[in-house]
């Protein structure tokens, strides 16, 4: 059953809205067992509870591939929306410009998003469109058995694909040159970095781009393949601890030292608190976020944290001046009067 | 030899009158500001009182290419494309072989700049010193070109006899009533018009009389039609992706929309997106409609390929979207400015697995409107993709026309349900046939209920939207969009059927072909009376039916090659399939009488 009944049989503890944890599942996953990417829902499911969710307020939406499979397994009492291969982003900026008061909570994989979908994606953060758009990235095709994605590292071998022959696509780098706001890379395995990454990308006015390093146990597990759980546990290098408080008082952003902790102000008016380990980085730097992942890739590690972030620009639906959800216009508002037409016409005569 | 000289030796001012009864061609290069003045005429010629058309027949360029506009007036109305008797030559690359075409008695109008004309004797000529009247005009020297076009409007004015107050009127409403652009402009034509008077004498036949057969009407083209139908239909949500003959649609949705649907504190009620492709665009539209806005997109040929997946997707998840196709010629870029019907089958059954979809085919600017505002309807009562077929045509030509009814129902936005409802219903399946007729409900995205919520998918689902694949659920959804499918054919605009009491033969056809077809039952009307019906729509219902059984022989005549609406009408009524025969043909151009008249004679004759 996909619509859960809020329970109300069993004592369970309520959040603020009167919701179970419960009450934020999903239907029962297909995924394979130790699927990295039933970790991320869970922690959806929990962050949904955490932060007092109204699921009805929510969209959930997803592209095709084992990724975008995985919308159907939180968020219960949510609309959902399983579109087509790499073509997500036109759908929710679609509903999200017929109601704008929608949150937003989009998944797909890396070779929806870096492959077939690679120019949606790109236009989705170009037009800022307010949403959380995670992507579970293996690296590897897993519905159709186990070819390399666009995200496969270069000499990575497989059983079924042989060798690749082909550079990755960073999909973080590829964020921030288009334009995205908030650029975070986390590993499916880290559960509370990413939580709380969830949780200050919901707040986020414009896209907010998750790149989540999800292992694919059955075709691309590899120990020696940078997307395996074995290796992103040896070589997760955080970029900061994160805590995050929602509805906290504003705090003056000041300029990063080396080991400092601060602390960032979001749009809803809560703060993310942001450890800073290294001791040259600021993630409001355009440059500085590049370089690091440059750097990064060079070295084969993959960073995690809020690499990137930049409230100053608009969201879609500012740019648009959209007052009343389109989806909630009266008749009236619909239809100009009689009186409009014959007037208009005037001019044609 | 001088072009007095000339005139005489043709001799025809002995020929008796022809009056609001003529086609006249302006030959020019793409990109020289013709426009304008071609338009000028038009509506210089509709201010009289004269039933009038005017099409653009260009290339796909920006600038030098050849380009004609085609003026028809016709004190009977017809208004189909029929080959000029007059010519304004002011494209030297083309002023020979414009000069060869014209029949025997005809005009050329030419600018006397112009070298090595062909000579004809039996043609009147009429130069234009277009230099000479331009020059000393206080005009910027880059809007010379552009103003130098208005010779020609002030000699043909004199030529047919305009009234030169007439033309001062149609420039004002052509430039929005700026009067500096008017004055200059209208400089020119005067002195045009006075040079003609003093310096040519009438030597053809060609006249203009003031009619009232245009009193009240309005002049439009269809995709501003189109677009102003949307904009009372409620659209909320438009996204499109530039395509030849489709921009102007979106061009005129974004001029009207913000000076009829700002809200009571000024706030826009729509939102416009240009889209990275036509595939983004339909995503755009799919998405605004699942969650509830009503949204439309335009495209010609090409953009519908890429927008074939998410088509597909919205017949099966049962999403509503509107879907204007301005047809154009061929595959690709093949004629992009040319006209066909040539998308009728791929539109109609566009998808993977089974896939129909309704697909309305308005033929003036009165249905493109009231198509525009029915479309969005019929889409969300539907819960489904619809299609509105226009054409290049239709689309980017000026049509005269009855002022637009206001739509004669209120919005009608299908069957939703509230918190409320599902409060009262103690909840719902979303793809289960309650009423019989294949329409299920749907909810929103932000109902306020904790039952409101489903799943949408392009996979196979049950009732209750879960995921399945149990042959007998897929069976039994794809059965039902066939009865809903079947509910449609009740709810999209009905034929428009002249019946003739005692034809044998029928016609059948569809958008603007109407027009040729009509002057050529009047033409026939003892050779040959035909029975007319219009069809409107797809699919068809009992009407098209009766008919075809009506009648002995029945023609589908269309606009593209292999007789597309011809296959669709045998493979609806396969026990018609031999009475209904295909009179097909594709050149680019719009049908004319001539032709239809004499195809149907020959299919009669070779029976």
Known sequence: MENPMPSDRIPLKLNAVGLSKKDYDGAASTLCKGCGHNSISSQIVQVGYELNLRPHEIIKLSGIGCSSKSPAYFLGMSHGFNALHGRMPSVATGALLANHTLKAIGVSGDGDTGSIGMGQFKHLMRRNVRMVYIVENNGVYGLTKGQFSATAEEGLELKYAGQNEFPPVDLCMEAIIAGAGFVARSFAGDAKQVRELIKAALSFRGTAVLDIISPCVTFNNEDDSPKSYGYGTKNEKPLHELGFIPFAKEIQIEPMEPGELRTVKLHDGSLISLRNLDADYDPTNKLAALERLIRAQETGEFITGLIYYNPTRPSLAEVEELDTPLAQLSPEQLRPGREKLEQFLQAYR | ?607
């Open chain 2, 1 to 607: 030899m001088s072009v007095l000289e000339r005139q005489q030796e043709a001799g025809h001012a002995t020929r008796s009158p022809v009056i609001n009864d003529f086609s006249l061609v302006v030959a020019t290069a793409n990109g020289t500001g013709s426009q304008t003045a071609n338009l000028t005429l038009l509506r210089s010629f509709f201010k009289m009182g004269i039933p009038v058309h005017g099409k653009n027949i260009f290339p796909s360029n920006i600038q030098g290419l050849p380009t004609w506009y085609h003026i028809r007036v016709s004190h009977e109305g017809y208004i189909a494309r029929k080959p000029s008797e007059i010519l304004v030559a002011f494209n030297p690359v083309t002023a020979a072989e414009d000069i060869q075409e014209l029949p025997a008695g005809g005009v050329c109008l030419y600018n006397a700049d112009l070298k090595n004309l062909p000579k004809r004797d039996d043609l009147v000529f009429y130069p234009i010193p277009v230099s000479e009247l331009i020059a000393g005009v206080d005009v910027p020297v880059k809007r010379k070109p552009y103003i130098a076009n208005m010779a020609y409007v002030g000699v043909v004015a004199w030529m047919l006899g305009v009234p030169l107050e007439v033309v001062e009127e149609a420039l004002g409403a052509q430039f929005g009533y700026r009067q500096k652009l008017v004055e200059s402009n209208l400089q020119v034509v005067r002195r045009a018009h006075e040079w003609a008077s003093q310096n040519l004498r009438k030597q053809d036949p060609y006249r203009l009389e003031p009619m009232n057969k245009t009193e009240g009407l309005i002049i439009m083209t269809g995709n501003e039609a189109g677009a102003l139908g949307a904009v009372f239909g409620g659209v909320s949500v438009a996204a499109w992706y530039p395509i030849t003959p489709s921009t102007s649609f979106m061009d005129a949705l974004r001029e009207f929309l913000p000076k009829l649907r700002k809200d009571e504190n000024g706030k826009p009620t729509y939102t416009v997106i240009q889209a990275e492709d036509e595939l983004a665009a339909a995503g755009m539209v799919m998405g605004a409609g699942w969650a509830g806005a009503r949204a439309l997109t335009s495209t010609s040929g090409p953009g519908i390929s890429l927008m074939a997946e998410f088509v597909s997707y919205g017949y099966f998840a049962e999403i509503p979207a509107v879907i204007w196709d301005i047809q154009r010629v061929g595959p690709s870029t093949g004629l992009p400015t040319r006209t066909s019907q040539g998308d009728v089958s791929f539109a109609y059954t566009l998808g993977h697995g089974d896939t129909k979809h309704p697909v309305l085919f308005p033929s003036s600017i009165e249905e493109s409107f009231e198509f525009g505002w029915k479309s969005l309807d019929l889409a969300e009562v539907l819960q489904t993709p619809v299609f509105v077929l226009s054409d290049l045509d239709l689309g980017m030509n000026n049509w005269m026309g009855r002022p637009f009814d206001y739509p004669t129902e209120p919005l009608q936005r299908g069957k939703v349900l509230s918190a409320t409802e599902l409060e009262a219903l103690g909840g719902f399946a979303r793809y289960k046939d309650v009423d019989g007729d294949g329409i299920p409900y749907r909810t929103l995205p932000g109902t306020p209920h904790p039952l409101a919520a489903y799943f949408t998918r392009g996979s196979g689902h049950n009732e209750q939207a879960q995921y399945s694949e149990r042959a007998e659920d897929y069976e039994r959804l794809m059965a039902r969009l066939a009865r809903k499918f079947d509910t449609a054919r009740n709810l999209v605009p009905a034929p428009a059927i002249e019946q003739h009491p005692s034809a044998r033969v029928g016609i059948i056809a569809y958008g603007t072909t109407r027009y040729a077809i009509e002057e050529a039952r009047d033409r026939l009307a003892q050779q040959l009376p035909t029975s007319f019906l219009r069809l409107r729509a797809l699919p068809i219902n009992q009407a098209v039916r009766d008919f075809v059984a009506a009648h002995e022989r029945v023609y589908v005549i269309e606009l593209n090659r292999d007789g597309q609406l011809h296959g669709i009408l045998q493979n609806e009524m396969p026990e018609y399939a031999t009475r209904l025969r295909s009179v097909a043909h594709l050149d680019g151009l719009p049908l004319t009488a001539e032709w239809v008249k004499t195809r149907l004679l020959s299919e009669e004759a070779g029976l």
